[in-house]
């Protein structure tokens, strides 16, 4: 693997969720490898490296498999070690269900009604950040890059760089950075400011996102000298390169899974049933969170049904619910309204064997969810706010067909790089319903050059790529550490 060779120093990677979470289970303790873009493109490179990972022990088990909050994986095969910080249930609340979940999330996508910032939380999500910092600042070799993650996250920046000022700090931020009159509404914005200037490199999505920090920092550090062109911050005597690198995905490992034997014979044995039935299949997939847009979503169906009634019966809509943050009720209430609209639009339009949507209320194995995606016709993908939304790319690049069409969100950064994608609004459920139908009269030709398009960009900016543009600045930074 090329990327090998541009980590020249120790790595340490840093996020809230582990790659390994063990869970008691009827027949002993299971380990069970967690999914997701970054969970899959670092676990590799640490079993090819060797490293270490930090992460909250959120299993039921984590404690059993490491009593002293250290234990190797993957477990069949060690490769490096992964250490857990362990978080007592109050901790739990304060830092991950509160401040982060209720406050920072819902505020950075812009449903300032939902978000809500509490006083008792805030310490307690001070303190969290500040026990990462300090297992960090133990587990790393002298020299170390460290890699951390998100929101959840904010504040160990800077205190890492208290402890080890020897460390080249990347911090990636996932979500969307959103404008200063909104980021304001948070109580705490000056610290959460401050404590992401503690690294040596941020990384945001969007030029956007980067040019709502850049101002953020501006109103809100007084001393510190920003550089908007060259995209550099300059405070305390060092320098804070932000940059606008976007996640993506292993195109070339999903183009291998959906044309194994197996998924590929699955994959077709879909198009032979809906070529049978003379119908068409869109899906959409996303946790049940309330910045996806589902409802809306629902609405547009409603609409196009409504508005189309010549697509009754040809058009089958799958959408994949997954159940998350269950501890909070916004999230519980969300999935119920889900089921209960669901139920609503099947029930006016269904006939028959034929009904319009079907709801698949848990994760679906990555295999067949890749399959799905390479027989699809369509995808929708209406996030309300998305700092990228990685759905959109794994559709695209399982599309090996060449043949389906994606309908995006507008407000998902995804949008910036699939221009080819039909761009729609998650909140005009009317003109989502005009663009679907667009979609499915479209010629084929027009379909087809368009998914080229898209799964050239694809090619040329997966994972791989964005890793090696955040190993590139921190090889730079450590260059500028060694000089000084």
């Known amino acids: 693997m090329e990327l090998l060779k541009r980590v020249t120093h120790p790595l340490v990677v840093v996020t809230n969720r582990e790659p390994y979470i063990d869970e008691r289970t009827r027949s002993g303790i299971r380990t069970i490898q967690k999914a997701g873009g970054v969970v899959s493109a670092l676990d590799p490179l640490l079993q090819s490296l060797g490293g270490d990972w930090v992460a909250w022990g959120s299993g039921t088990a984590d404690r059993d498999t490491a009593p002293k909050g250290t234990r190797l994986v993957p477990p069949k095969s060690p490769r490096y070690r992964l250490h857990r910080v362990f978080l007592s249930p109050e901790e739990i609340q304060g830092y991950y269900t509160h401040y982060a979940n209720q406050g920072l999330w819902p505020l950075s996508h812009l449903l300032i009604e939902r978000a809500q910032f509490s006083r008792d939380a805030w310490p307690i999500y001070r303190s969290v950040n500040q026990k990462f910092a300090r297992r960090v600042a133990q587990q790393s070799p002298p020299q170390a890059w460290v890699f951390s993650h998100d929101y959840q996250l904010a504040l160990l920046p800077q205190e890492l760089k208290k402890l080890r000022p020897d460390i080249a700090i990347a911090h990636f931020w996932h979500i969307p950075w959103p404008t200063f009159p909104v980021f304001r509404l948070c109580p705490q914005y000056q610290e959460i400011v401050r404590g992401l200037l503690g690294a040596d490199i941020l990384g945001f999505q969007t030029p956007d996102d980067v040019d709502n920090f850049l101002t953020a920092v501006e109103r809100t550090v007084k001393s510190a000298l920003v550089d908007r062109d060259g995209g550099d911050i300059f405070w305390q005597g060092r320098t804070v390169r932000v940059r606008a690198i976007p996640i993506s995905v292993d195109v070339e490992a999903i183009e291998a899974l959906v044309e194994s034997p197996r998924i590929a014979r699955w994959a077709r044995g879909i198009r032979r049933r809906l070529k049978a039935s003379h119908r068409y299949l869109g899906v959409s997939v996303d946790r049940a969170d309330y910045t996806k847009g589902i409802l809306p979503r629902l609405a547009a169906i409603d609409a196009f049904f409504d508005r189309y009634p010549e697509h009754r019966g040809q058009v089958v809509f799958l959408q994949v619910v997954v159940p998350t943050r269950s501890e909070v009720e916004a999230y519980r209430k969300l999935f119920r309204e889900v089921e209960q609209e669901t139920l609503r639009i099947n029930h006016r339009y269904a006939y028959g064997d034929w009904k319009p949507v079907i709801t ?79 979609a499915l009269t479209m010629p084929v030709s027009d379909r087809e050059a368009r998914m080229r398009r898209m799964r050239q960009q694809v090619h040329e900016h997966t994972i791989y790529d964005w890793m090696a543009q955040i190993f590139e600045l921190l090889q730079e930074v450590s260059e500028t550490y060694a000089r000084s």
Do not use: Y
């Open 360 to 438: 698949v209320r848990r994760a679906v194995d990555r295999a067949r969810l890749m399959g799905i995606f390479r027989a699809a016709d369509f995808a929708l993908v209406s996030s309300l706010f998305d700092g990228m939304n990685l759905v959109a790319k794994e559709f695209v690049s399982a599309q090996v067909d060449g043949r389906g069409v994606l309908l995006l969100s507008e407000t998902a950064g995804a949008a910036v790089e699939l221009q080819e994608a039909l761009h729609v609004s998650p909140l005009d459920p009317e003109g989502l319903a005009a663009t679907l139908h667009q």
